[in-house]
């Protein structure tokens, strides 16, 4: 797994501030007023600082903006980062100042001049999330890897910041537990690779539980089953639970698509492209990183999460367009479309969580269609839901988190677009509302007594070019508004 940076804390030290090497951040409010540490860099540095906090290019930086100021007359560091931030300043601004000190930060140290900021926190997630970098795979000069930076923070409170830091911690290493799975090679995460790391996690306390091919079989979980059964790498459903609430309270149920690798099956995908299908498994990635930081930061909730792990391979094995399936549930599905697979697995896993765990509420995640792409681009997951209040806070939850999610609609008329000549249910009802209809399949497979939430982030599982908080690459959308929403609703 991708290491966090060092993150240490150390009492105000003036004296400190000269001998500092790597780069040292100050924070300055609109005004220009400098605090205490502040000061002492506007000395070190004969009045730079004062002066270029008058300047009209500070003047235009906006809330959570910074510049460099290069290798410093009368200080060690290479370079004063300095960030336009008001010390009251919380959320967004202070995340989007942390991200600038992140995406700056290199390989090496960085000192942040913090005091006393109200917004800390989202200042270090910030730097922890954009410090993130997937090199695993990169050839590096010499014979290790360039290690990650290392951040000190600077504060008259050091015990309480420290306290108050250990949930940071936890949310970032959940997210680049995420990111790590969404970004490996589909030659590397196989389906059992995927497993074990999974598995790995009952070290932090999770009970975690691995169903193989055979008991999926006894189970009936055949429309799961038939989406891997042109592929080599084994199907296979891993059930994680953390046990951290009352005990006779009912969990909330996350279940992830996690499929590995997806070329569509026999409805093969075009060519352009396909080396993306790497990150089909975003939703189990997600699940996984959410039930991971869970057990790192000890929430005090019950909650299982489930994926179905799978890969869509064409093959002489491989499901057919046309073939007839039965899912858990009972139900008969028609596949008109192989590529619609990852419906499939989620309508299995989402009966055996309401069957076996009895949920008080579920929640599914899937890369689940380009439709939603098309509708609400890279900024925004599509959000589905039967019970409003449960869908409202969960959009309350991603808002505060800055992670972007839409409402869309369910109706009967999208359900009749799924009628089937030959079973109970066609999977595919192509093009027209796409990615509604998916929603209304899915829907099929939900209890009328549970309250359901279907996220489609199939277009803010990964992005091609920088996202806010993340680099190119894996995103980890969802663990921050899911740990929210858990925390705000379902924790004591």
Same mark, same amino acid.
């Given at each position: ?12 030290? !003036? ?5 500092? /090497? ?5 924070? !300055? ?36 903006? *910074?510049?460099? !100021?290069? %290798? ?13 931030? =008001? ?21 090496? +140290?960085?000192?942040? &001049? ?7 926190? +989202? $200042? ?42 250990? =949930?940071?911690?936890?949310? *970032? ?8 799975? #969404?970004? /490996? @090679?589909?030659? $590397? ?35 799961? !089953? ?12 891993? #059930? ?14 996350? &279940? ?13 995908? @075009? *060519? ?91 929640? =599914? ?8 792409? #098309? ?13 409003? #209040? ?22 009967? +008329? ?36 549970? @309250? %359901? ?23 980890? %959308?969802? $663990? ?13």
């Amino acid at each position: 797994m991708t290491d966090l940076p060092e993150l240490s804390f150390l009492a105000t030290d !003036l004296d400190a501030i000269n001998g500092a /090497e790597g780069r040292v951040v100050v924070f !300055l409010p609109e005004s220009g007023k400098l605090d205490q540490m502040a000061r002492r860099v506007n000395r070190l540095t004969r009045g730079a600082l004062e002066r270029f906090a008058e300047s009209e290019a500070f003047s235009k930086m906006k809330e959570g903006e *910074a510049r460099d !100021l290069g %290798w410093p007359t009368g200080m060690a560091a290479k370079a004063v980062q300095v960030v336009r931030l =008001d010390r009251r300043a919380q959320g967004a601004a202070a995340r989007r100042a942390g991200a600038a000190i992140g995406r700056a930060a290199g390989t090496g +140290d960085t000192l942040l &001049c913090a005091g006393t900021m109200r917004g800390l926190n +989202d $200042v270090l997630l910030g730097a922890l999330l954009r410090a993130y970098a997937f090199r695993d795979h990169k050839g590096d000069e010499g014979d290790e890897a360039p290690a990650p930076p290392a951040f000190r923070v600077m504060t008259p409170k050091v015990p309480a910041t420290e306290q108050q830091a250990e =949930d940071v911690k936890a949310l *970032a290493e959940g997210i680049y537990f995420t990111r790590d799975l #969404v970004n /490996e @090679p589909a030659n $590397v995460l196989t389906t059992t690779e995927f497993a074990d790391r999974l598995r790995a996690m009952s070290k932090l306390g999770l009970k975690v539980r691995v169903l193989e091919e055979a008991a999926l079989e006894k189970l009936g979980m055949r429309a799961l !089953l038939g989406v891997g059964q042109g592929s080599e790498s084994p199907s296979q459903v891993v #059930v994680m639970e953390w046990k951290g609430g009352p005990k006779k309270e009912k969990p909330i149920a996350l &279940c992830g698509k996690g499929v590995v690798f997806d070329t569509g099956g026999i409805s093969l995908k @075009p *060519a352009q492209g396909m080396e993306s299908m790497t990150m089909d498994m975003g939703g189990a990635g997600t699940v996984a990183g959410v039930m991971r930081a869970l057990a790192l930061r000890k929430a005090k909730a019950n909650v299982i999460g489930l994926v179905g792990l799978v890969e869509n391979m064409p093959d002489g094995r491989a499901q057919r367009p046309g073939d007839v399936v039965r899912s858990m549930k009972g139900d008969t599905i028609e596949v008109n479309n192989t590529d619609a697979e990852g419906r499939l697995v989620l309508a299995d896993v989402m009966w055996y969580a309401q069957e076996k765990h009895d949920p008080s509420a579920m929640i =599914d995640l899937a890369t689940l269609t380009g439709a939603v792409i #098309v509708a609400l681009g890279h900024h925004n997951a599509g959000v589905f839901g039967t019970d409003e #209040v449960f869908v409202a806070s969960f959009l309350r939850a991603a808002e505060a988190e800055g992670e972007g999610a839409w409402h869309l609609p369910l109706g009967s +008329d999208y359900a009749r677009q799924l009628k089937s000549r030959v079973a109970d249910v066609k999977n595919s009802a192509g093009r027209p509302a796409g990615a509604v209809t998916a929603a209304e399949f899915l829907r099929r497979f939900v209890k009328e007594e549970v @309250p %359901w939430i279907h996220l489609d982030i199939a277009g803010v599982a990964s992005r091609s070019s920088e996202a806010g908080l993340a680099p190119a690459g894996a995103t980890g %959308w969802g $663990v921050l508004a899911l740990n929210r929403l858990i925390a705000d609703r379902f924790e004591d």
